[in-house]
């Protein structure tokens, strides 16, 4: 079961884990629970990415960043023993696409990176990111920065690309795991919040056009 295969990966890896969690009592938390209760109703997808009343759409969005941060880190993770150097030496969705790492540390180029690496980067800029208050505030009253969204679009458009590579060259591992329904309920997920609040550019989306066409995305 899945259960089995994340409780198995994380006895052998502690780096993947989910490392951000919602204080209880705050609003957020409450919003959490609000989408949490939402998903395991079995609510149509695309209506359960959609703002509910009176809510503030920044609080909607942080509450989705940080937990398809955490969702994905756990997919990730279950397979990173298939994601090695030597099966991934570049960072890819295929032939056709190619992902480079930059940040405003280490890489301040577009740098080749193998897949590992880039995950490996990948995650640890997130949570940087998600727990820096000055980004995401969790205090009441502290309001968001103006480039907030802006840096969600960048975060969950690095996130898809976990999901294009995941699917292109580890679907066999998915399907043997049996993790196939988890994984594509996470990415029906993601793809229908992104798409409800156009958060990431439709340029991006293309490596799994196919996929979101055959389920009408």
């Not at 884990?17 to 919003?31: A, N, S």
Request: glycine share 4%.
């Amino acid at each position: 079961t899945m259960a089995l295969c994340l409780k198995q990966v994380f006895n052998k890896d502690k780096t993947f884990r989910p490392r951000k969690k919602f204080e209880p009592g705050t609003q957020r938390f409450e919003l959490y629970k609000k989408a949490q209760a939402s998903l395991k109703s079995g609510l149509d997808l695309k209506a359960v990415v959609q703002l509910p009343p009176g809510e503030s759409i920044n609080d909607w969005i942080a509450v989705h960043v940080v937990d398809f941060f955490n969702r994905i880190n756990l997919i990730y993770g279950t397979m990173s023993e298939f994601c090695t150097e030597r099966s991934c030496p570049i960072m890819s969705g295929g032939l056709k696409y190619e992902y480079r790492w930059q940040d405003d540390s280490k890489y301040k180029k577009p740098t080749k990176l193998s897949a590992p690496q880039y995950m490996c980067m990948l995650m640890d800029w997130i949570e940087m990111l998600i727990n820096n208050e000055d980004v995401f505030p969790t205090r009441i009253g502290v309001p968001f920065p103006k480039q907030f969204q802006q840096v969600c679009t960048k975060i969950l458009t690095r996130l898809f690309r976990v999901f294009v590579h995941v699917y292109i060259h580890h679907f066999d591992s998915i399907i043997n795991m049996g993790a196939e329904a988890h994984v594509n309920t996470c990415y029906k997920h993601f793809y229908y919040f992104i798409r409800e609040f156009s958060l990431i550019d439709h340029r991006e989306l293309e490596p799994l056009v196919r996929m979101a066409l055959a389920w009408g995305g």
